[in-house]
């Protein structure tokens, strides 16, 4: 690679080689990764949301492919559509457009019982806020219990207490939510998204209001059920060591995935996603180091594309 290029071509230049190799491979959007293998398919997503004064486009043509027993993160802007994207995914909200496919089931066109029923028994949620996940009235025994309950599966104590050990608080079944930490109220969460054994893990900011390290141990706890439960994983966060702990890292800009990131060795590769009819968004302060706003020229040049 000629190194003696403006920054910006250098980093377009690896970028494009990266997504070159990895579209051949299939890997980055996935579009030839066999559909057996996919736990997550979405393509050309569209959310608006109707509100008084007009509408509001929270997904914009959004595509992704989850593996299966992949953990993923997903980091964007506040307001870039990425509670959508769970909502959507998790069957809460059915998309204007577009195509979701989550476990073999079609999301988009089964009826709205099975949707009810996929949500119920297929996925598993943790919200950011405590209060979202955990009744305060419940002791954490009982708060793992419902979802069993609910669902009318026997043995719900035995498996609430089984799931409590699994993330490490065997010993605080009998808490009520308010007497534990932040960091064992996320615990207690997990256990309860885990409880039907769900298909899919889908996390919204889960550790927003822990502190670095008590963020990283959860992490660690969701890397380490991932890989013996081989749930998959859909984590949104704004944890600067996400990446440190998922497989992948999407980045959402204005209701689309736009990057990739991926922990190669000690490397972090930046890849940008090149969608199925070829669009790719270049990052802002690419952007606005070359002031390229407007138009640039294309050129591939043996192994790379230059803009
Ligand atoms: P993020 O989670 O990345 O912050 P969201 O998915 O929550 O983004 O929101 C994407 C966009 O959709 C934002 O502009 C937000 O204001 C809007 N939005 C989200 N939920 C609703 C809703 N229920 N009604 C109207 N607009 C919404
Ligand atoms: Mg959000």
């Known amino acids: 690679m000629d190194d003696t290029r403006p920054p910006i071509d250098r980093a377009i230049g690896r970028a494009s080689d990266v997504a070159t190799d990895v579209a051949t491979d299939g890997a980055a959007v996935g579009a030839q990764v066999a559909a057996e293998e996919l736990m997550i398919r979405c393509r050309s997503l569209v959310q608006v949301y109707r509100v008084g004064g007009g509408d509001v486009l929270a997904l914009q043509g959004l595509d992704l492919d989850v593996r299966r027993g992949e953990m993923l993160g997903v980091v964007g802007a506040s307001g870039s559509g990425k509670s959508t994207l769970l909502s959507v995914v998790g069957g809460l909200l059915a998309p204007t457009a577009g195509e979701v496919v989550v476990d073999g089931i079609d999301l988009v066109r089964c009826s709205r019982r099975r949707r009810e029923r996929y949500r119920r028994e297929r996925v598993g949620?943790?919200?950011?806020?405590s209060a979202q996940n955990l009744l305060a009235d419940l002791t954490a025994r009982e708060n793992v219990e419902r979802p069993l309950v609910v669902a009318g599966r026997p043995g719900a104590r035995r498996r609430a207490e089984e799931l409590l050990e699994r993330v490490g608080l065997g010993d605080r079944a009998s808490h009520r939510p308010t007497t534990l930490s932040g960091g064992e109220q996320a615990r207690v969460a997990l256990a309860v998204?885990?409880?039907?054994?769900?298909?899919?893990?889908?996390?919204?900011?889960?550790?927003?209001?822990?502190?670095?390290?008590?963020s990283a141990d959860v992490f660690e706890l969701m890397?380490?059920?991932?890989?013996?439960?081989?749930?998959?994983?859909v984590v949104v966060s704004h944890d600067p060591d996400l990446v440190d702990h998922v497989d992948r890292v999407v980045g959402i800009r204005d209701g689309r995935t736009s990057t990739e990131l991926r922990r190669?060795?000690?490397?972090?590769e930046h890849v940008l996603v090149v969608d199925?009819?070829?669009?790719?968004?270049?990052?802002?302060?690419?952007?606005?180091?070359?002031?390229?706003?407007?138009?640039?020229?294309?050129?591939?040049?043996?192994g790379s594309i230059v803009l």
């Open 125 to 129: 949620f943790v919200w950011q806020h």
């Open 276 to 302: 199925e009819v070829g669009r790719v968004q270049l990052p802002l302060d690419a952007v606005d180091a070359l002031d390229v706003r407007g138009g640039v020229t294309v050129r591939v040049e043996g």
């Open 193 to 214: 998204a885990l409880a039907t054994e769900p298909a899919v893990l889908l996390a919204d900011e889960p550790t927003g209001e822990l502190d670095r390290a008590t």
């Open 264 to 268: 190669i060795d000690d490397d972090v």
């Open 223 to 233: 890397r380490d059920i991932s890989a013996t439960t081989g749930v998959t994983q």
